[in-house]
């Protein structure tokens, strides 16, 4: 394909991607294949020779959209939102054509100081402490990661290297395997999975901290789970706070969890992957009071923000403290600026070392929608997931298992866990909208979130008006059964 083939197709697939986001509420949102079904549909190895782009063209409706699902269509109420936007889109592209991979300033000096900068604009927006953004010469400073799991990941490391050195600096006996089998990483019962899985990765204990009934961790539960660690010869290192947990949107209590962290020298991370973009409104930002304790936080814009995935905001106080445990200078990965003060080489915050030009995307959407045009889109999702939950309390036969304070509502039948399996599997089953589940404590709950960049007010009634129809039926059928048995 030459630079003319290129313009025309290049034509034809945005316009084919405009018509697929413009139309995609007419396409069912959930797939109708079984695993398994691309392989026959696909020959069993590369061709020998070059096909053209019509034939490839032909074979996205054919083999593609069938195995897709919608995560933009205004039906799609499962996980959390996944953010796209056309200005997101065409960074992208942009990112795509320009293709460098800025591991260090010199790999593309523009790559990494438009990210530096993007990322100081995004703090400023949630109010986040000065110390957290690099400015001129601040010692802080944000990065983009891939996912919110990696920047959990980072920080764990950097926090066991810091801690392994601190700990023999006081104990010079002590050897680097003597400490590591004593570390202990803390995090809430509700805590993303993601953070076990860091602590798996990084050959560290995790110990889970019980939430209280509003599935929050509070300072006294830390305090005691610290005391007991404390006692029988353990290190505690490292606590991580969700602001927004997976299941139920809850907030760890930061202002009781931050001194204790800091007074015990342990790294508090905050993991505000999707509650995150919420702060730019100022009537959620008191959500994040107490983030002045961290050492680290992060929050996914590629969630709530309108920017396409991938692109994981994280920041921490000390860069120092990153650049301490991942920094290797090879001679081919140098260059005559890096000593100067003025540079960042964001391959010492990250585990991988190459990197795309991801900051492109901050910087079209910020510029595109404005402060103002995100904070509307933040609380357009929180407006309809009020007016999902009112419709839920209107109908005696269901409850709300979870205070309500963004976009995401936890409801159920009230009833069994069969009861509400059995209507999870009869909504997902009729694919007109998608729905996934979670466990508040033995409670099988069913999570509507509101995810679409278009979902609207009528796609909230129509959802709630197809649940409550397939509530009835179910029963019915399961009165039924019931008077059988």
């Not at 025309?8 to 018509?19: H, L, S």
């Not at 999902?388 to 709300?400: C, G, N, T």
């Amino acid at each position: 394909m030459d630079a003319a083939e290129f313009r025309k197709r290049g034509k034809e697939m945005v316009d084919y991607v405009a018509d697929y986001l413009e139309k995609i509420d007419k396409r069912q949102v959930f797939p109708d294949v079984e695993p398994g079904y691309l392989r026959p549909l696909i020959p069993d190895c590369a061709p020998q020779d070059p096909e053209s782009f019509e034939d490839v063209f032909k074979d996205i409706e054919k083999i593609i959209m069938p195995g897709v699902t919608h995560w933009h269509s205004p039906y799609f109420f499962a996980y959390f939102p996944a953010a796209s936007s056309f200005p997101a889109l065409l960074a992208d592209m942009l990112c795509g054509g320009i293709g460098c991979v800025g591991f260090s300033w010199a790999a593309s000096p523009a790559c990494t100081e438009l990210e530096t900068v993007m990322l100081d604009w995004l703090g400023k927006m949630i109010n986040l402490p000065e110390e957290f953004l690099a400015g001129k010469n601040g010692h802080g400073g944000g990065v983009i990661q891939g996912s919110a799991s990696e920047a959990t990941l980072i920080s764990l490391l950097a926090s066991r290297t810091k801690t392994i050195k601190r700990v023999q600096l006081e104990n010079p006996e002590l050897t680097e395997a003597d400490i590591m089998g004593r570390l202990v990483a803390y995090a809430s019962d509700q805590a993303h999975s993601s953070v076990e899985r860091a602590a798996l990765i990084g050959a560290v204990k995790i110990k889970s901290v019980p939430s209280d009934d509003t599935f929050s961790v509070c300072g006294s539960a830390l305090k005691k789970v610290l005391d007991e660690d404390k006692a029988s010869g353990l290190i505690p290192f490292f606590f991580c706070a969700t602001l927004g947990t997976t299941s139920c949107c809850s907030f760890d209590k930061l202002l009781e969890l931050g001194p204790i962290c800091n007074k015990e020298n342990i790294w508090m991370h905050i993991d505000a992957a999707y509650a995150g973009s919420a702060f730019i409104c100022p009537e959620f930002r008191h959500l994040l009071n107490g983030v002045e304790f961290a050492d680290s936080f992060n929050f996914n814009p590629h969630k709530w923000l309108l920017v396409n995935f991938d692109c994981s905001a994280m920041w921490v106080k000390k860069r120092s403290d990153l650049t301490g445990a991942f920094k290797l200078e090879p001679l081919y990965l140098q260059h005559h600026h890096q000593e100067s003060g003025l540079v960042t080489d964001y391959r010492h915050w990250q585990i991988p070392l190459g990197r795309r030009f991801r900051s492109l995307k901050l910087w079209f959407v910020l510029r595109m929608y404005g402060v103002t045009g995100l904070q509307e889109h933040i609380r357009k999702h929180v407006r309809l997931s009020r007016q999902f939950e009112h419709l839920v309390l209107q109908d005696e036969r269901f409850e709300i298992c979870a205070q309500v304070v963004l976009g995401l509502v936890c409801f159920r039948l009230k009833g069994s866990n069969e009861l509400n399996k059995a209507l999870l599997k009869s909504i997902n089953e009729a694919k007109k909208i998608h729905l996934v589940p979670c466990h508040l404590r033995e409670k099988f709950v069913l999570r509507f979130a509101i995810c679409s960049r278009t979902v609207e007010s009528t796609h909230v009634k129509f959802a709630w008006q197809h649940i409550s129809q397939l509530a009835t039926d179910l029963l019915k059928t399961w009165e039924q059964n019931h008077h059988q048995q």
